[in-house]
C-alpha cells in the first residue's frame, strides 16, 4: 500500500491563473535627450551613403547609428536650413537631399559642399510656402511638391517650376509616383491622378487624404479624415475601408490615420493623432490586435519608415522609436507572478511527454496543462514554513522531483501536489527531510547496475540519494585517508555521461568525478531499511601540470559532453573551457575570451555554444573561435541568470525574475548590414575643421595633430562595430581602434600620406575602403625649394669664390708686376745712374780730379740709398702683417722723421686711433704711401716750409688723408708751363712740369681714389686722397 506523506504540507494553498502572454515587440526609443534636435520628429529618409535623416520640428538631423549631428538656420546665412521646422524629406539621383519646411518654402543639402540652397515664393511662383509633401519622380527628374495651393513640379535640370496644377488652389497632403502616374491626395477631392476631373463624391468616406502607401499587393492604402484605412485601385477607385477604432462604423472623429509603411511581413503599420499604431494584415485584410510594445506609443505619429533591412522607423510627438528585428529574435513571457513583493527568479521548466508545462521559480510553481492558454501560480508550505522551489527534474521514467530549500519532492500532476519521497518511518528527522540552510541545487538519475536512483546536491551537506523502488535512502562521504581531492561540498551541478561516470561541478573543487566503490549496490540494503547508509566515494580531481606549476580550476558551473568523449565546461572565474579527462598533465584548455564570468551552458550545434552571463546571451562559434553576445540592446531582458532549459526542441529558455527568454538558435538572424563608414567630422589641433574633409587635406607642418571620427552607419548593433585604421606612409599594418569611432594621429612628420580607415560588423562584415589625402607641408628649410636654393647658393658661392680667388690672384700678379715695374723703373735707372757715375769717376780718377770724384762719389752714395729706401717701401707694402691703418701710419711717421727731420721742418701726424685695426689691402697702402712720400719729397724740396700737418681719419666708408704745409706755394693753375712768380733762390724764371702732382693723381685713381690739390703763392698747398675701404 503506497503511503502518500501529505500531511506535513498545507492543503489550502492559493494559486493564481493567468493568460499566455502576448508577444511583446521590444522598441528603441531615441528622444532630445539623446541628441536629437527635438522630439518630435516629422519626417524620415536614408540617404545613398547610409545616413538617417531625421526632420524634427525645431531642426534637421544626420544620424550614423550613434551620433546625431545637427542642422539648424542661422541668421543672415543664406547656405544654411531654411527653416527649422521640418515637414517631409525626399532624395534625388543625384544624392541631393530635398527639405520641406512648414513656413519657408523647401531647400536642397548637397554633401559635397555641405551648404543648402532656399526656394520659396521670393524665387519661385509658388503660391504658398507651406510644403505638405516632396516627392522624386525619377521619369521626369522632377520633384512633385505638394503645398498649401495647390500641386507644382519642379524641374531638377532648370530648378524651375514647369507644371503648377491649373485645376485647383486646395492643399495637396501628399503626392505618390507608380512609374510615371502621380496620384494625389488633397483637401476634399480623395484620390485622383493628374488630369483626372475632381473626385466629386463629397458625402462618401475618404474625402480629404492625409498619406498614400502602395501596398505589396499591388493597391493604394490611404489615411483621411476619418477613422478608416482606405483600400483604391489604380484607376483610381474606392475598393473598401476598414475601421481601426473598434467602433464598427464609419466616423469623422478626432483620431484618424495620418502614415502608414509596411513591414517586411505584409503588415500595414498605421500611425494616428492619438490611438498610436495599429497594424493591418495584407494577407487577412483585418487589424491585429496580439502585438504589443514593450514601450506603449500613445502619441501623435507622424511618420513611418522602412529601411532595407526592414527595421520600422516611427516618428512621433514624443521622439523617434526604431523596431529592429535584431533586437525582437528573443521572445519573452512574464509569468503571473503573485502581487506580493517577493523573488520569483524562474530557475528551470520540464515539460511532459502530454504536453503540460511545469516551471519552478524562487516564489513557488507556474503550471499549465497542453490545452490550456493560461498559466497557474501556485506555492507551497512544508512544515509550517513556506519552501523555495530551487530544483525541478524528470526522471528517465517521466517522474518529476523538484528540489527545495528542505528536500526533494514528487510532483503530483494531476492534483499539482508535492508528495515526499517514501522512506523509513524512522526517517524522518534524517537530514533527506530537514535540510538547514541549504538547497537541493541540481539531480540526476544515477544507474548503479541495472538499477536507478535519484541523486540531489544539497549545497553545503552531502549528496543524496534515494532509492525509490525500495524507500532507502543514501548519502555520500568521501573514503577515510582519500587525499586525492577534497570532497566538494559546494555543489553546482550533478551530471552523468553516457558512460555513467558521475561528475561534479562545484565552487570550490571546480570539476570532480564520484566512482562508487565496486561493492555497493542498491539491492544489497533490506527494504524500507531505518538507516540513513553512509556510502564511502572515491573523488577524483584534475589539474594542469606544467613543470613544478599547478593550474586548478575552482569554480565550474555547468558541463557539457561532446561526441569525442571531451566536455565543455563553464566557470565565473575562468570563463569557456574545453575539458580532456584523458589528458593526464593538460585536461584543460582555456578558451580565449573577454567573457570570464559564466553560468549556464547549451549546445547549438557542433559549432555553436551559448552561454547565460551577467550581460546577457553569449554565443561562441566554435571553428572561428568568435563570440557575439546579445543583451538588452538585442531585446534579452536584464537578469537572466542560472541554467538553461529546453522544451524538449531546439528552442532553449534562461529565467529571469518574474519570467523568461526562449529563442531558437538556428534562426538568429545575423548582422547583414555592411557598414558605410565615412570621415564626418576633424579636428586640427583641437580645432573643427570639417570643411576640410571636403578636399585634399593640406596642413601646415606646425598644424600636425589630427582627430577623425568614423561614421560607420550601422544602425542594429553599432555598438558591435570595429574600426580598423592605417595611415600609409606612417603604419605598416592595419589598426584596429575597437568600437571607439575616434582616431587621433599627433606630431605628423611633413610627407604625403593617405589615411585609410574601414568597419567591420559584429558577424564580420567588411565595409569598403575609405581613403582622405593628406599633405603635411614641411617647413621651407626641409623643402625642395629650399635645397636647390641653397644648392644655387653654394654653387654661386664657389664661383663667386672661385672668381673672387682669380682675380685676388690677378691683382696680386698685377701689384707684383707693378712691384716689378717700378723696381725696375726706378731701380734700374738709378742703378744706371750710378753705372754711369762710376764709369765718369774712373775717368776722373784717371785724370786725377779729386773733387769731381768726391761729387761723383756723394752722388753714387745718394742713388745707392734711394735703391735702399725703394727696396724697403716695396718690401713693406708686400708684407701682409702690414696690413692694418696703424702700421701705415707708424711707417708714416717714421719717413716723416727721417725726411722732414732732416730738413728742419716741424711735422704732425692726426689720426683716428679707433680705425686704428681697420685692414688694407695691399694696393691701398702701397699707393698711398707712395702718395704720401711723394708729397713729402715735394715739400722739402719746393715749399720751403717750417711746418707740416698730416691728417688720416675715417668718414664713414671713406678713408681721409690730407698733408697741408705753411709754405710759400704756387699757382696750380700753371702745372706743366711756366710759374708766373720768380723763384727767388734762382736765376731767372723756373719751369714747374708738375711730373710729381700727376704721379700722385694717377696713384690715387688706380685705388679708386680721389686726389685734390689747392695751392695758392704764399698760401702753402694742402692734398687730399679719399679712397674707399671695406668696412
Not at 573523488?539 to 561526441?563: A, C, H, M, P, S
Not at 559584429?762 to 617647413?779: F, H, K, R, T, V
Request: glycine share 8%; hydrophobic share 35%.
Amino acid at each position: 500500500m503506497r503511503i502518500i506523506l501529505r500531511l506535513l504540507i498545507y492543503l489550502s494553498i492559493p494559486c493564481y491563473s493567468a493568460k499566455c502572454q502576448e508577444k511583446s515587440i521590444s522598441l528603441k526609443k531615441i528622444t532630445a535627450e539623446d541628441g536629437l534636435a527635438d522630439s518630435r520628429v516629422t519626417c524620415i529618409i536614408r540617404d545613398q551613403l547610409g545616413f538617417m535623416w531625421i526632420g524634427t520640428k525645431d531642426g534637421l538631423c544626420r544620424y550614423d547609428g550613434r551620433d546625431f549631428y545637427v542642422f539648424r538656420n542661422r541668421a543672415n546665412d543664406t547656405t544654411s536650413l531654411c527653416s527649422n521646422n521640418i515637414t517631409c524629406l525626399a532624395y534625388d539621383k543625384d544624392s541631393i537631399l530635398w527639405i520641406g519646411t512648414s513656413s519657408s518654402g523647401f531647400c536642397s543639402y548637397d554633401f559635397r559642399t555641405q551648404q543648402f540652397e532656399t526656394y520659396n515664393n521670393q524665387n519661385l511662383p509658388l503660391y504658398s510656402n507651406i510644403i505638405n509633401a516632396i516627392t522624386y519622380d525619377s521619369s521626369r527628374n522632377a520633384l512633385w511638391l505638394g503645398i498649401n495651393g495647390g500641386l507644382y513640379l519642379f524641374s531638377l535640370q532648370t530648378r524651375t517650376i514647369i507644371l503648377r496644377n491649373p485645376e485647383s488652389l486646395r492643399n495637396v497632403y501628399d503626392v505618390h509616383v507608380r512609374d510615371s502616374t502621380v496620384f494625389i491626395g488633397s483637401l476634399l477631392q480623395s484620390l485622383r491622378k493628374t488630369g483626372d476631373p475632381f473626385y466629386r463624391n463629397t458625402l462618401g468616406p475618404a474625402l480629404t487624404l492625409n498619406i498614400i502607401c502602395e501596398g505589396s499587393d499591388g493597391k493604394l492604402w490611404c489615411g483621411s479624415w476619418d477613422n478608416a484605412l482606405h483600400e483604391f485601385n489604380d484607376d483610381p477607385q474606392l475598393l473598401q475601408s476598414y475601421i481601426f477604432d473598434g467602433s464598427g462604423k464609419l466616423n469623422f472623429s478626432s483620431d484618424e490615420i495620418i502614415s502608414i509603411a509596411e513591414d517586411g511581413n505584409q503588415i500595414l503599420w498605421c500611425g494616428t493623432k492619438s490611438s498610436g499604431l495599429h497594424f493591418f494584415d495584407l494577407k487577412t485584410k483585418s487589424f491585429r490586435t496580439d502585438v504589443k510594445f514593450s514601450d506603449a506609443i500613445t502619441s501623435r505619429i507622424y511618420t513611418i519608415y522602412r529601411d532595407d533591412f526592414n527595421r520600422m522607423w516611427v516618428g512621433t510627438e514624443q521622439g523617434l522609436y526604431v523596431h529592429d528585428p535584431l533586437q525582437n529574435q528573443f521572445d519573452v513571457t512574464l509569468l503571473p507572478v503573485p502581487e506580493e513583493k517577493i523573488n520569483c527568479k524562474v530557475v528551470d521548466r520540464v515539460i511532459t511527454k502530454g504536453g503540460s508545462e511545469y516551471i519552478i521559480a524562487v516564489c513557488g510553481l507556474f503550471y499549465r496543462k497542453k490545452v490550456e492558454q493560461e498559466y497557474h501560480f501556485k506555492h507551497f508550505y512544508y512544515r509550517n514554513e513556506r519552501l523555495q522551489l530551487t530544483s525541478i527534474f524528470r526522471s528517465e521514467d517521466g517522474t518529476i522531483y523538484i528540489g527545495t530549500n528542505k528536500t526533494i519532492f514528487v510532483l503530483d500532476t494531476v492534483n499539482i501536489e508535492l508528495d515526499l519521497i517514501q522512506s523509513n518511518e524512522q526517517l524522518k528527522d534524517k537530514l533527506f527531510y530537514k535540510l538547514y540552510s541549504s538547497r537541493i541545487t541540481g539531480m540526476t538519475d544515477v544507474h548503479i547496475a541495472d538499477r536507478k536512483l535519484i541523486a540531489g546536491l544539497a549545497y553545503g551537506h552531502t549528496i543524496l540519494m534515494a532509492d525509490v523502488k525500495r524507500k532507502n535512502l543514501f548519502s555520500l562521504n568521501a573514503l577515510p585517508g582519500d587525499t586525492t581531492l577534497k570532497f566538494e561540498y559546494f555543489f553546482r551541478k550533478i551530471f552523468m555521461d553516457v558512460q555513467n561516470r558521475i561528475w561534479i561541478c562545484g565552487s570550490t573543487q571546480g570539476i570532480t568525478q564520484i566512482v562508487f566503490p565496486a561493492e555497493f549496490h542498491p539491492d544489497s540494503f533490506s527494504l524500507s531499511d531505518p538507516q540513513d547508509h553512509k556510502i564511502m566515494v572515491r573523488t577524483y580531481g584534475y589539474k594542469n601540470t606544467e613543470g613544478n606549476q599547478e593550474v586548478r580550476i575552482n569554480d565550474v558551473y555547468d558541463i557539457l559532453e561532446n561526441n569525442d568523449g571531451s566536455f565543455w565546461l563553464t566557470s565565473e572565474v575562468s570563463g569557456l573551457i574545453r575539458f580532456f579527462p584523458g589528458k593526464r598533465n593538460t585536461p584543460f584548455s582555456f578558451i580565449d575570451g573577454e567573457h570570464k564570468s559564466l553560468q549556464g551552458l547549451a549546445k547549438q550545434d557542433e559549432n555553436n555554444l551559448w552561454m547565460i552571463t551577467s550581460k546577457g546571451l553569449l554565443n561562441y562559434n566554435i571553428p572561428s573561435g568568435a563570440y557575439k553576445l546579445f543583451d538588452s540592446k538585442n531585446g534579452v531582458p536584464q537578469g537572466i541568470g542560472g541554467y538553461f532549459f529546453n522544451d524538449g526542441d531546439r528552442l532553449m529558455n534562461a529565467g529571469f525574475d518574474g519570467g523568461y527568454v526562449s529563442f531558437d538558435p538556428f534562426r538568429i538572424l545575423k548582422d547583414t548590414e555592411r557598414p558605410q563608414v565615412h570621415a564626418t567630422k576633424l579636428w586640427v589641433m583641437d580645432e573643427e575643421h570639417d570643411s576640410l574633409l571636403l578636399h585634399k587635406l593640406v596642413l601646415k607642418h606646425d598644424r600636425n595633430f589630427l582627430k577623425f571620427y568614423l561614421s560607420s552607419n550601422c544602425f542594429s548593433n553599432n555598438d558591435q562595430v570595429t574600426y580598423l585604421f592605417r595611415l600609409a606612409g606612417i603604419d605598416e599594418e592595419w589598426r584596429s581602434n575597437g568600437n571607439d569611432p575616434f582616431v587621433s594621429y599627433t606630431n605628423l612628420p611633413p610627407g604625403k600620406f593617405e589615411f585609410l580607415f574601414k568597419a567591420i560588423n559584429g558577424d564580420g562584415l567588411e565595409s569598403e575602403m575609405q581613403s582622405i589625402p593628406l599633405i603635411i607641408i614641411p617647413p621651407f628649410h626641409k623643402t625642395i625649394y629650399f635645397y636647390l636654393v641653397v644648392a644655387f647658393t653654394l654653387m654661386a658661392g664657389v664661383y663667386a669664390f672661385y672668381k673672387y680667388r682669380i682675380s685676388q690672384i690677378l691683382k696680386i700678379q698685377e701689384v707684383r708686376n707693378k712691384i716689378a715695374r717700378d723696381l725696375h723703373d726706378d731701380i734700374g735707372s738709378t742703378i744706371g745712374s750710378i753705372s754711369l757715375f762710376s764709369q765718369v769717376a774712373s775717368v776722373k780718377l784717371m785724370q786725377d780730379k779729386p773733387e769731381e770724384i768726391k761729387t761723383i762719389l756723394e752722388k753714387i752714395k745718394t742713388s745707392s740709398r734711394e735703391i735702399v729706401d725703394k727696396t724697403s717701401d716695396a718690401v713693406w707694402a708686400v708684407k701682409a702683417t702690414n696690413d692694418t691703418l696703424k702700421n701705415l701710419v707708424f711707417r708714416m711717421e717714421s719717413h716723416a722723421a727721417s725726411l722732414l727731420g732732416a730738413a728742419g721742418i716741424q711735422f704732425n701726424i692726426d689720426y683716428d686711433q679707433n680705425a686704428g685695426d681697420i685692414k688694407l689691402e695691399m694696393s691701398l697702402r702701397k699707393n698711398l704711401f707712395y702718395v704720401y712720400k711723394e708729397a713729402l719729397h715735394n715739400i722739402t724740396k719746393y715749399a720751403a716750409c717750417t711746418e707740416v700737418n698730416i691728417i688720416i681719419k675715417k668718414a664713414g666708408n671713406k678713408l681721409e688723408m690730407s698733408i697741408e704745409d705753411n709754405g710759400k706755394g704756387f699757382n696750380h693753375s700753371n702745372i706743366g708751363g711756366r710759374v708766373s712768380e720768380r723763384d727767388p733762390d734762382s736765376e731767372g724764371e723756373r719751369l714747374y712740369n708738375g711730373n710729381g702732382i700727376k704721379n700722385m693723381e694717377a696713384r690715387a685713381e688706380e685705388i679708386g681714389g680721389k686726389f685734390q690739390i689747392n695751392s695758392a703763392p704764399g698760401k702753402g698747398t694742402s692734398i687730399k686722397v679719399t679712397v674707399k675701404i671695406s668696412p
